[in-house]
């Protein structure tokens, strides 16, 4: 029933942008906080930012200033600003949605995505 479905990854080289979208469908969008999250081979999963209900945000630290999420709850879904991208932005980029109005934590987040692959090249 939910289904959260990312796009608008690819391969950009160094220095170039993508915004990466998840659409949901199935829940109360508005309801729930939403996160984007990475996995790069070799390395765990990482929270790259995340958008609370009310619109509150939080980035990585290795991504502040270059990453911006952002929500659309007229079109159930969520965004991923991503500029001045590095070789070290490469990883599968996963959405989640939460119940909880905020929420940072893997095991917070009810529905995840299947990913998109982000592919930065030097």
């Known amino acids: 029933q939910v289904q959260l479905v990312e796009s608008g990854g690819g391969l950009v080289q160094a220095g170039g942008s993508l915004r990466p979208s998840c659409a949901a469908s199935g829940l109360t969008f508005g309801s729930y906080a939403m996160g984007w999250y990475r996995q790069a081979p070799g390395k765990e999963r990482e929270l790259v930012a995340g958008?609370?209900?009310?619109?509150?945000?939080y980035y990585a630290d290795s991504v502040k200033g270059r990453f911006t999420i952002s929500r659309d709850n007229a079109k159930n879904t969520v965004y991923l600003q991503m500029n001045s991208l590095k070789p070290e932005d490469t990883a599968v980029y996963y959405c989640?949605?939460?119940?909880?109005?905020?929420?940072?934590?893997?095991?917070?987040?009810?529905?995840w995505g299947q990913g998109t692959q982000v592919t930065v090249s030097s």
């Open positions: 989640a949605a939460s119940k909880q109005g905020w929420a940072l934590r893997p095991n917070q987040y009810d529905y």
């Open positions: 958008i609370s209900s009310g619109g509150r945000t």
